[in-house]
């Protein structure tokens, strides 16, 4: 399984983004899915995640209201749209797969939210 993550870049505070994580190799609809970010000089962090079904989300007390994930099942892909970003915000996101035992993380995308 492989997972891809795009739609980072460089908006300003206040700005939105939407990222989108691409899943290969897999069928989405077994794996729990979520998004977590790491910022410089700081360990990686949950921000949110969905359940295979796309019923049931949470989120991280920071992003909460900000930011929704879903995710679309049948184009393998699982989103997060990013609202009222701040400089809080800047960071490398990654997308997590998991399955019983199993867990895939994506590359990466950059978000820098300037002030």
């Known amino acids: 399984v492989q997972l891809q993550a795009s739609g980072g870049g460089l908006v300003q505070a206040g700005d939105s983004l939407r990222l989108t994580c691409l899943v290969s190799?897999?069928?989405?609809?077994?794996?729990?899915m979520a998004w977590f970010r790491q910022a410089p000089g700081k360990e990686r962090e949950f921000v949110a995640s969905?359940?295979?079904?796309?019923?049931?989300?949470h989120y991280a007390d920071s992003v909460q209201g900000r930011f929704t994930a879903s995710r679309d099942n049948a184009k393998n892909t699982m989103s997060l749209q990013m609202n009222d970003l701040s400089p809080e915000d800047t960071a490398v996101y990654y997308c997590?797969?998991?399955?019983?035992?199993?867990?895939?993380w994506g590359q990466g995308t950059q978000v820098t939210v300037s002030s």
């Open positions: 969905i359940s295979r079904s796309g019923v049931s989300e």
């Open positions: 190799g897999g069928t989405l609809a077994n794996y729990a």
């Open positions: 997590k797969a998991t399955r019983a035992q199993y867990t895939y």
